[in-house]
């Protein structure tokens, strides 16, 4: 069995065409492992490949869960596990690409095994949170689970509220589950790992050069497909990077200048988030520090006379 290839990066980093030319040269299949490129109808907004790309090589896991359902890490995971196996089965090699950090963490280190946690105890503490303020909800928390509290910012509602839904639901903290993980679909040895990391303001540009054309190719159109619906704001869709500027604007809230401009400001934060991900989650993973086609094939071109060389050993 030949080495799973994982490709990692910020946003607008141009991890697509990476992943098809290695998917090319390796006879392999591209694995999506970014949490808002699994939704359907959120093609342009999430900036997923395209019909012509994916027809290139192989594509899964990609916009095949509607909107209205709230994924999650521990599902992907399960669905990756399925798909990796069944390309390694067919002789050919899983590429693994996404920005979602957590995804491949999951698959080299396993994740935490937390049970389903009901709706009506999600809607609960949204409604206590809503009601009583992000505050008390992080003094409960501190009461309850100080050791989470201790990792977690006191301003950081969604995932006070994912700590507090835990508590409610299983009378446990969620530290303690942090403690158990599944086995690893991908062991020490049958993967190798690639990060992209471009300069940022070379970066930065691009992500408000691609978010205007994400505005020409459908993405508005997209916000108000998804508005018609009237699902959940808070489900994990209706947070893809732009659409809350998007659906403000459509209510009439903001102007399409100013949303376009809170949209472009939130991804950039969104990167720079990343960069620091892969800094700290995956610091020995061999970089690709150029946006620029040529260069990168040259890094690319030496990184595949180590992947031949653990492929050779196989």
Same mark, same amino acid.
């Given at each position: 069995?030949r080495p799973a290839?994982?490709?990692?990066g ?10 098809i030319?290695? =998917?090319k040269?390796l006879?392999?299949?591209v !694995?999506? =492992? &970014?949490s808002?490129?699994?939704y359907s109808?959120l *093609? !342009? ?6 019909d012509e ?5 192989? +594509?899964h896991l990609?916009g #095949?869960?509607?909107?209205?359902e709230?994924?999650?890490?521990g599902?992907w995971?399960? &669905?990756?596990?399925?798909?990796i196996r069944?390309?390694?089965? $067919?002789?050919? !090699?899983?590429i693994?690409?996404g ?10 280190q396993?994740?935490?095994?937390i049970p389903p946690i009901p ?14 303020g992000?505050? #008390?909800?992080y003094?409960k928390?501190?009461?309850? &689970? ?8 006191p301003?950081?509602?969604?995932r006070?509220?994912?700590?507090l ?8 903290p969620?530290?303690?589950? +942090?403690? $158990? ?10 993967w190798m790992?690639?990060a992209l990391?471009p300069?940022?303001s ?6 408000? $050069? ?12 997209? =916000?108000?497909?998804?508005?018609e $619906? ?8 209706m947070?893809a990077h732009?659409m809350p ?11 399409? &200048?100013l949303?376009a401009? #809170? =949209?472009? *400001?939130d991804? *950039? ?10 800094s700290h ?5 061999? %970089?690709?520090p ?5 260069v990168r094939?040259k890094?690319?071109?030496a990184?595949?006379k180590e992947?031949?060389?653990a492929?050779?050993k %196989?």
């Amino acid at each position: 069995m030949r080495p799973a290839i994982l490709i990692h990066g910020p946003t607008a980093s141009g991890k697509t065409q990476i992943s098809i030319n290695i =998917a090319k040269r390796l006879d392999g299949e591209v !694995v999506n =492992a &970014d949490s808002m490129q699994v939704y359907s109808g959120l *093609r !342009v907004l999430t900036a997923r490949p395209s019909d012509e790309e994916m027809a290139e090589v192989p +594509h899964h896991l990609f916009g #095949y869960k509607d909107p209205s359902e709230a994924g999650s890490a521990g599902s992907w995971l399960s &669905d990756a596990r399925t798909v990796i196996r069944q390309i390694q089965m $067919r002789g050919r !090699v899983p590429i693994i690409i996404g920005g979602t950090g957590l995804h491949l963490l999951a698959l080299t280190q396993g994740l935490s095994e937390i049970p389903p946690i009901p709706e009506d105890t999600r809607s609960d503490i949204r409604a206590m949170v809503q009601k009583q303020g992000v505050e #008390y909800a992080y003094a409960k928390l501190s009461e309850i &689970d100080a050791t989470s509290a201790e990792k977690i910012k006191p301003n950081d509602k969604q995932r006070i509220s994912r700590a507090l839904e835990v508590w409610s639901a299983t009378g446990k903290p969620l530290s303690s589950y +942090h403690e $158990r993980r599944t086995p690893p679909v991908l062991s020490d040895g049958d993967w190798m790992g690639v990060a992209l990391t471009p300069p940022r303001s070379r970066l930065y540009a691009r992500i408000d $050069r691609r978010f205007a054309g994400m505005l020409m190719e459908g993405a508005m159109d997209e =916000a108000r497909q998804l508005a018609e $619906r009237n699902l959940d704001p808070s489900l994990p869709a209706m947070k893809a990077h732009g659409m809350p500027w998007l659906l403000a604007y459509l209510r009439g809230e903001l102007s399409a &200048d100013l949303a376009a401009e #809170y =949209a472009k *400001r939130d991804t *950039r934060r969104y990167a720079k988030r990343q960069f620091t991900w892969i800094s700290h989650q995956f610091p020995f993973w061999p %970089r690709i520090p150029s946006i620029e086609p040529e260069v990168r094939q040259k890094v690319i071109s030496a990184l595949f006379k180590e992947i031949d060389g653990a492929f050779s050993k %196989r």
